[in-house]
């Protein structure tokens, strides 16, 4: 049934029927209109509130996505930083004790980035902005331990091919290839007063006298350069003398033959001569010496090759026995 309003009229004394002005229906019309748009706008606020979009599901997936990542991230860099870590330790406590070079200043190690936040915007970006930040933070630090570390390697390095030339060059094997330096070692005359063998005085043996048969191959000690070459058969007979830095020389006496030059670059191991008898010599032998800034010292504590702990301790004993020497 038609809702219908009547309201009644005094001039005919009647009810009747009530039709709306133009301005009342623009009017009433307004307030509907009014009304719908007003529920829309609460109803769409509500939805906006509660029930995310497709498009903002996909971004609230991917914010998600994008934080776990963040998230291991964060685990890998820490594990990164333990290796650095472990390396210095490495570093400070074996490279650099073994080579004798300073540890890395902790100071320096352990310096911060300095200098202004850059990376401060991030925190406007609530959990997601500091967790980059945090990690880009962290890539910094390591980016500069790691430079640190380079350039530490690089200093050992060049430290390293010092001490590999020192090493190479200073005496550390016997001058005789094939010698009486073994277990069932006889005879050896070593470093210190010794019974001449034709003058029959005491006199002081500046170095050790290797027992070999006539011919036996003379090898280089160290690398070095020959400076000085002696044919003439008198005293040490035919000589030679080696440079090898650092302080050292070694003389080796008593040659059958000379293979080298005076001003030749040797190496260690390195076939310079043979064994022989020339000079004053008693037996085939080769009388060897070491100098170290110009005084002789002993060569039983730098002929170390081929000997075992126990071998070496007699070698040591025989050495140092007092005998009579060879030349």
């Known amino acids: 049934m038609k809702n219908v ?54 971004m609230e997936k991917e914010k998600e996505q ?75 630090k390591l980016k500069i331990k790691i430079d640190i570390q380079k350039k530490s390697l690089d200093s050992l390095y060049k430290v390293a091919v010092v001490k590999e030339k020192k090493l190479v060059s200073i005496p550390s094997i016997k001058p005789v290839k094939e010698t009486s330096l073994k277990k069932d070692v006889k005879f050896l005359s070593g470093f210190g007063m010794r019974i001449h063998p034709i003058h029959k005085l005491r006199r002081f043996h500046k170095g050790i006298d290797f027992t070999a048969p006539q011919g036996t191959d ?38 059958h033959s000379i293979n080298v030059k005076e001003g030749d670059i040797v190496k260690k191991g390195q076939f310079i001569g043979k064994v022989g008898s020339t000079g004053t010599s008693t037996a085939p032998h080769l009388h060897y010496e070491i100098w170290l800034n110009g005084v002789a010292i002993n060569p039983v504590d730098y002929c170390l090759d081929g000997l075992s702990p126990k071998e070496y301790q007699d070698i040591v004993k025989r050495a140092s026995t007092d005998n009579q020497s060879l030349d």
């Open 218 to 255: 003379i090898q280089a000690t160290g690398n070095g350069r020959v400076v000085s070459i002696n044919k003439t058969g008198s005293g040490y007979g035919k000589h030679l003398m080696i440079d090898h830095g650092y302080g050292y020389k070694t003389l080796y006496a008593h040659m």
């Open 66 to 140: 994008l934080e776990f990542y963040l998230t291991q991230l964060t685990d890998e860099y820490g594990l990164l930083s333990k290796k650095i870590e472990s390396l210095h330790e490495k570093d400070s406590e074996i490279n650099r004790m073994i080579l004798g070079a300073k540890p890395i200043d902790d100071g320096i190690w352990n310096g911060g980035i300095g200098g202004h936040d850059k990376y401060v915007f991030l925190e406007n970006f609530k959990e997601t902005g500091r967790m980059i930040k945090e990690n880009l933070e962290t890539v910094d």
């Open 5 to 58: 309003k009547y309201v009644y009229n005094e001039h005919t004394l009647q009810y009747e029927e009530h039709k709306l002005s133009r301005r009342e229906k623009f009017r009433k019309s307004l307030y509907f209109t009014s009304a719908v748009v007003l529920t829309s706008v609460l109803m769409f606020v509500f939805a906006y509130q509660y029930f995310p979009t497709p498009k903002e599901k996909v």
